[in-house]
């Protein structure tokens, strides 16, 4: 931490430098989605847009962590418990994203009857 007068200068000086930062890339994000000559990939938002956004989000977000939330001064286990978590939270949306493929269906279920591919309601 800073103990210095000089030392609470410089820490400000970052802080602000990275806040416009910050703000810079909120109005990037702002101006992928909605500005026409910024538009990536087919006209309006869409697949190439989004991932522009969430790389922009993730820098941002980065920024935060390694900064704001000073996770640039700590030790390995810091990281490790960040990364269990990580993949932790790749592993929940996986799950959320099999869940399209299910074959039960919200209206029905399938009878499990081979060559049969009647939906048979919920009663």
């Known amino acids: 931490m800073a103990d ?11 802080y602000l ?12 994000t702002v101006a992928v989605a ?9 006209h309006g938002f869409d697949v190439w847009d989004m991932v522009l956004g969430l790389c922009i989000a993730t820098v941002k ?14 030790k390995r286990l810091i990281y490790w418990l960040f990364g269990f978590g990580l993949i932790g939270a790749f592993f929940m949306v996986a ?6 493929w299910d074959p039960i269906r919200y209206n029905g279920f399938k009878t499990g ?3 049969s591919e ?4 919920f009663k």
């Open 95 to 100: 799950l959320i994203a099999l869940a399209k």
């Open 113 to 115: 009857v081979p060559g």
């Open 61 to 74: 977000a980065s920024l935060v962590a390694l900064i704001f939330m000073h996770l640039n001064h700590e």
């Open 34 to 42: 909605m500005v026409p000559w910024m538009d990536v990939g087919h």
């Open 4 to 14: 210095s007068p000089e030392a609470i200068k410089k820490a400000t000086r970052l």
């Open 17 to 28: 430098f990275i806040g416009l930062i910050l703000f810079g890339g909120t109005l990037l």
């Open 118 to 121: 009647k939906i048979v309601p």
